[in-house]
C-alpha cells in the first residue's frame, strides 16, 4: 500500500534532476505518472538540458514500480501544447490528481545574453502558469499542486548575475507570490496549493561552469573541485548541496493526504539557508 495509490501526476521538467526524482518516488507510492520534458537546448540557457533518452530512462525507473507513464515531449514555454498535452496525458491515464510544475532553467556565468531572461522567464515562470492552468480543468477536491521554487525566492531579489540570474530570482519570486493568491482561490474546492523551496541541489543545474563562475569569481574557468567547497557558504548546515530526493521527500508528503489541511505554504528545503542569511523578525 502506497499514500498515492491509484493516484496520477503530472510532472514538468521530468527528463532528469528534481522532475525524474519526483517521478520514480511518487510512483514508489503508487502514482501513475505524466512526464513532461522538452528534452532539447534552449538557446537562451547556458548549460546543456535533457534529451529524450533522459525522459526514457524516467519512463523505465517509473515504470519498475508497476504503475504507468505517459511520457510528452513539449515545450513548457508553450501554452496551447501544454494544455493538450496535459489534457492527452489525463486522457489516456483517466485522472489528474497531482500537479507538480518543476521545470526550470538557470542560465549563468558567460554567455548569457537578454535571450537568457526571456528564456528563463517564459520557463521558470510562465511555464509554471501553463502547467498549473491548464491542470486545473481536471482536478477535483482532494487535488494537490506543488511548485518548485528556489531559495532564491526566499532572499530577494539578485540583479548582480546578468539577466539570466536576475530573471531566474525574479520568476521564483513570482511564483511564490502565485502560490500564496492561488491557494486562497482553490481552498473552496479542497484543492491544495504549496511551494517547495530548495537550496543548492545535487543536479545538472548546479553542476556547470557557469554556476561554478558564480561560486568562485576568481577563476576564469572554475572546476566542480574548486567551487564545490564555495558551495558551503549558501547552508548553515555543512553540506554543499541536498540530493534530489531530499525535495522529493516534501513532495510526496505534500501530495498526499499527509498533508491534507495543508495550503498556500512556503516550504524549504535548504538546510537553514535562509535562517542563515534573514534575521529573525525581518
Not at 489528474?96 to 558567460?110: S, T
Not at 491557494?183 to 474546492?189: P, R
Request: charge should be negative; hydrophobic fraction near 40%; glycine fraction near 10%.
Amino acid at each position: 500500500m502506497g499514500k498515492l495509490d491509484g493516484k496520477v501526476a503530472v510532472i514538468s521538467g521530468a527528463a532528469r534532476g528534481q522532475g525524474r526524482s519526483h517521478a520514480v518516488r511518487l510512483a514508489a507510492e503508487g502514482a501513475s505518472i505524466i512526464a513532461l520534458d522538452l528534452c532539447a537546448d534552449l538557446d537562451g540557457n547556458t548549460y546543456p538540458l535533457s534529451r529524450p533518452e533522459d525522459l526514457d530512462e524516467t519512463v523505465r525507473l517509473v515504470e519498475k514500480h508497476g504503475v504507468r507513464a505517459h511520457p510528452v515531449i513539449v515545450d513548457v514555454r508553450e501554452r496551447s501544447a501544454v494544455w493538450s498535452s496535459i489534457a492527452a496525458g489525463v486522457q489516456a491515464l483517466g485522472r489528474l490528481d497531482i500537479v507538480v510544475a518543476n521545470a526550470g532553467i538557470a542560465p549563468l556565468g558567460k554567455g548569457q545574453s537578454m535571450q537568457s531572461w526571456s528564456d528563463t522567464i517564459d520557463t521558470d515562470l510562465a511555464g509554471v502558469f501553463n502547467v498549473i492552468q491548464g491542470s486545473l480543468p481536471h482536478l477535483g477536491a482532494g487535488g494537490a499542486i506543488i511548485a518548485t521554487g528556489s531559495l532564491a525566492a526566499q532572499l530577494g531579489s539578485s540583479t548582480k548575475q546578468g539577466p539570466g540570474g536576475s530573471a531566474y530570482s525574479f520568476a521564483k519570486q513570482v511564483v511564490a507570490h502565485y502560490v500564496n493568491d492561488l491557494s486562497i482561490q482553490l481552498a473552496k474546492q479542497s484543492i491544495r496549493v504549496n511551494a517547495v523551496h530548495p537550496t543548492n541541489v545535487n543536479t545538472d543545474m548546479l553542476h556547470n561552469e557557469g554556476m561554478y563562475q558564480v561560486f568562485r569569481p576568481d577563476k576564469t574557468s572554475p572546476t566542480r573541485e574548486e567551487a564545490e567547497p564555495a558551495f558551503h557558504a549558501m547552508q548553515a548546515m555543512p553540506i554543499p548541496y541536498i540530493e534530489p530526493q531530499d525535495v522529493s521527500n516534501l513532495v510526496v508528503f505534500l501530495a498526499s493526504d499527509d498533508a491534507r489541511y495543508i495550503t498556500g505554504s512556503q516550504l524549504r528545503v535548504d538546510a537553514g539557508g535562509y535562517v542563515k542569511a534573514v534575521p529573525w523578525g525581518r
